[in-house]
């Protein structure tokens, strides 16, 4: 395999029959962010904490978006293809025991979700929140049952209406066995988030 990109990650709580947790931060955020998330919704599971490489504002991201805000398809492409090298460099040399569980927040689910269109062999389940599609048009490669979690705010004007029932339709189209729920909150994460996102990892996280 040729050499792939590194990532800055942290790792925490060793080894665990589960799939581990990949924390995917926001734009302007970094690897430390999610790590609380991560700790509340499932204390015993490890997790492994990326640092997206873009440097973007006061933090970083994982891909660029145009001055306007719509995506760079080009970057976005480019970093999934360095990103799945890395996960799979990682499950190769034990870094992560088993496919892990994609934990994606804003600019980290868009990424999750380009990471399963683009080698879905590389994630056991994904944890979408406030998710935005890397390919409106595109068809996702089979995704059968395939455990899938959106969560969206009803008043996030990040995002459009129907953004996260575009990326729930593609996921079902897929036969991804896809669980939805929208927040009475903006873009940021909403308290009852986090019991919803424990009770489905114990419902149907791997």
Same mark, same amino acid.
């Given at each position: !395999? *040729?050499?792939q990109?590194?990532f800055?990650?942290? @790792?925490? &709580?060793?080894?665990?029959l589960?799939?581990?947790l ?7 955020q970094?690897e430390?962010?999610l790590?609380?998330?991560?700790n509340a ?6 997790? !492994? @904490?990326?640092r997206?490489?873009v440097?973007?504002?006061?933090? #970083?991201a994982f #891909?660029? &978006?145009?001055?306007d &805000?719509?995506?760079?398809? %080009?970057?976005?492409? &480019? /970093?999934t293809?360095?990103i799945c090298?890395? =996960? %799979?460099s @990682?499950l190769?040399?034990?870094r992560l025991?088993?496919? *892990?569980?994609l934990?994606? #927040?804003?600019?980290?689910?868009i !990424?999750?979700a $380009?990471?399963l ?12 929140? /406030?998710p935005?599609? *890397?390919a409106p048009d %595109?068809?996702?490669? $089979?995704?059968?049952a395939l455990? =899938? ?5 009803a008043d996030d /004007?990040r995002?459009? *209406?129907?953004?996260?029932?575009? !990326?729930k339709?593609? #996921?079902?189209? @897929?036969?991804a066995?896809? $669980?939805a729920?929208v927040l009475?909150?903006?873009?940021d994460v909403?308290q ?9 990892? =114990?419902?149907?996280g791997?």
């Open positions: !395999m *040729p050499e990109p590194e800055h990650f942290v @790792a925490g &709580r060793g080894e665990y589960s799939s581990p990949l924390l995917l931060h926001g734009s302007s970094d430390t962010s790590i609380s998330l991560a919704v499932a204390p015993q599971r490890p997790y !492994m @904490a990326l997206g490489p440097i973007w504002e006061s933090g #970083f #891909f660029c &978006r145009h001055p &805000r719509s995506l760079d398809h %080009a970057d976005l492409d &480019r /970093r293809n360095d090298g890395f =996960i %799979a @990682a190769e040399d034990n025991k088993h496919p *892990p569980v934990l994606g #927040f804003s600019n980290g689910a !990424m999750a $380009s990471i269109l683009r080698a879905p062999h590389l994630a056991s389940a994904a944890i979408l929140m /406030r935005l599609s *890397p %595109a068809h996702f490669p $089979s995704l059968t455990p =899938i979690l959106i969560t969206s705010g /004007r995002r459009n *209406p129907g953004d996260a029932d575009l !990326m339709n593609q #996921f079902a189209n @897929a036969g066995d896809v $669980s729920h009475a909150t903006g873009h909403n009852d988030e986090i019991g919803i996102i424990r009770d489905w990892l =114990i419902r149907k791997p």
